[in-house]
């Protein structure tokens, strides 16, 4: 089986900047995504890690660290807008068809 | 580019009848399309994945009578909850899977917008 594991609510002030960790256990493992979802809409794509390291892209940053299983996203300069639930999925390899399985969410809360 | 549309994006049924959803890739051909179900404050749970022109392949614990999936052709996807109860009352999303790596290099799924679903 799988386990994915993030927190379930995390608050943080406006300009500020938070971290979204993510635990996984699972075999053929084939790259870890992070999603933004607002309340009601779909997931959107935020990031991809395959190898280990950091994936930088504007304000958002993804890392990946494959020997333990962890992966975190870094939101930097926070905006009210960056409310939303935080989705980590990890993929599998091509035999397991290349699925997505999603942690919990954790849903971030941007106060003024 | 890479943009999925769901239909209808609201529908309420009376128990007992059927509702179809339909998932679209509107400028890629996708070769395989996944079906997820969410419950309110809750992830996305896999239901099934959808390969063009093949069987679904159902998640364990999926009813694969109750949840009728067809994959017609590489731009259209359905799934049909049949004698809907109160309780498949949820936000179901597709995603597709372009027929090619995308950017990051790696099979990305692209989501529909989701259909909220609700049987009185």
């Known amino acids: 089986g799988q386990n994915i594991d993030q927190p379930t609510e995390m608050t943080a002030t406006e300009g500020a900047i938070v971290q979204i960790n993510c635990t996984y256990q699972?075999?053929?493992?084939?790259?870890l995504f992070w999603y933004q979802q607002h309340a009601g809409e779909a997931p959107t794509f935020l990031s991809y890690n395959v190898l280990d390291g950091l994936e930088e892209k504007g304000r958002f940053s993804s890392f990946l660290s494959r020997s333990k299983g962890y992966s975190y996203l870094l939101l930097k300069e926070l905006q009210m807008k960056d409310s939303a639930s935080y989705l980590c999925a990890v993929s599998r390899i091509k035999a397991a068809g290349n699925k997505l399985t999603f942690g919990g969410g954790t849903r971030v809360l941007v106060k003024p | 580019g890479a943009v999925v549309s769901q239909h209808p994006s609201r529908v309420i049924c009376k128990s007992g009848t059927s509702v179809k959803i339909e998932c679209r890739s509107l400028?890629?051909?996708?070769?395989?399309m996944f079906w997820y179900r969410q419950f309110p404050k809750k992830s996305l749970m896999l239901m099934a994945t959808s390969n063009e022109g093949s069987k679904a392949t159902y998640e364990q614990g999926v009813e694969k009578d109750k949840f009728l999936i067809n994959h017609a052709s590489l731009t259209l996807s359905t799934l049909t909850v049949t004698s809907a109860h109160p309780e498949d009352s949820s936000f179901y999303i597709c995603?597709?899977?372009?027929?090619?790596?995308?950017?990051?290099?790696?099979?990305?799924?692209?989501f529909g917008p989701g259909t909220r679903l609700t049987v009185t």
């Open positions: 400028d890629f051909q996708a070769t395989t």
């Open positions: 995603s597709a899977r372009e027929r090619r790596m995308g950017l990051a290099g790696v099979h990305e799924q692209y």
């Open positions: 699972t075999s053929g493992f084939n790259g």
